[in-house]
């Protein structure tokens, strides 16, 4: 027979309770990899103490159009989306006078900070508001040289959604309204670093150029020929070749405004014709021409009246 314990001894054992088994929380996906909860608590409480130094951009541009817009025009538009990464498309708005206050609603709806608005009118001319919302500053510019990339048809190629290196002339440090300009196309066409759908890569430049007071934009591929065995050492960019991609325009500025879309004027262009006032110029002239050929006639008729020409004496000779 087994021993019997004593009172003290059983009073000593006790019996513990079974842990249940339950699996391990699972951490937090991130764009940088896999997270755990605690540590992110750690890190928000961290950030919510301490402001932290290093700025991150938070750029998101809304770009729309106005109905009855021309196909080309459209075209254009959709060649933009894809080229920023950072934009979000909307439905189209209606050009009224009332199109501020819809654009800045909108803008703040989808949650962005800039504005691309094309503005169609009579299915000829094409205007771009550029603005930031919802304090401003706006431009307005008359669209030209409109070339698509599905018009161009050029043998460039880049990846979509890569980072691109923006180049401007040296005259847009000349005047205030052209570094404005620059600012604001520097903010808007330039893909924020850490962006979910931007790539890290670089592998085309957007270059903005001024001439005759008009900014002309052209987008390159940057291509590098080498064979695997032979690769390109750094800095060697003897080698780099710039090849185009598309789309192409020209945005000539007319006014910019102190607030977004619309407010006191900032600068207004002095050389800026609009295209109405070409088209009735064009008009005047053709209608000039003809103007032109009637006094003729009627000049001929009246030379004709007064100096009549003598009778032919030969005239009647071969009636017989």
């Known amino acids: ?85 950072h934009s979000k498309k909307d439905n189209k708005v ?71 290196i923006l180049t401007f002339s040296q005259n847009f440090e000349k005047d205030a309204h052209w570094k404005l300009l620059k600012e604001m196309l520097l903010q808007i066409f330039e893909t924020p670093k850490d962006h979910r759908k931007a790539k890290p890569f670089h592998d085309h430049v957007f270059v903005f150029s001024i001439v005759d007071d008009h900014i002309w934009f052209r987008n390159y591929q940057i291509s590098v020929h080498h064979n695997e065995s032979d690769k390109l050492p750094r800095g060697g960019l003897d080698k780099m070749t710039l090849i185009e991609v598309g789309p192409r325009f020209c945005l000539n500025p007319i006014k910019i405004f102190g607030g977004s879309f619309g407010g006191p004027t900032l600068y207004e262009n002095p050389f800026y ?33 007064n100096n009549p020409l003598e009778p032919d004496e030969f005239a009647d000779m071969w009636k017989d």
């Open 1 to 85: 027979m087994g021993k019997k314990r004593k009172h003290s001894e059983r009073g000593e054992v006790v019996a513990q309770p079974k842990m249940e088994e339950v699996a391990p929380e699972r951490p937090a996906r991130t764009l940088l990899g896999w997270k755990d909860k605690n540590q992110c608590n750690n890190e928000v409480d961290d950030n919510d103490n301490v402001d932290s130094p290093f700025f991150r951009n938070k750029e998101k541009v809304l770009v729309t159009c106005s109905r009855r817009i021309n196909y080309r025009y459209r075209h254009l538009m959709l060649n933009l989306v894809s080229l920023l990464p």
């Open 94 to 164: 209606e050009s009224k006078e009332t199109k501020g206050a819809t654009l800045n609603e909108l803008v703040e709806l989808k949650n962005c900070s800039s504005c691309l608005f094309f503005e169609c009118r009579k299915q000829k001319d094409l205007y771009l508001w550029m603005a930031k919302c919802p304090n401003g500053p706006s431009v307005k510019f008359l669209v030209s040289a409109v070339h698509t990339m599905e018009e161009l048809k050029l043998t460039g190629n880049h990846l979509r959604g890569s980072r691109p």
């Open 273 to 305: 014709v609009s295209p109405n006032q070409i088209r009735a110029l064009e008009k005047k002239k053709k209608s000039g021409k003809f103007a032109k050929k009637v006094k003729a006639k009627t000049r001929r008729k009246m030379h004709e009246m």
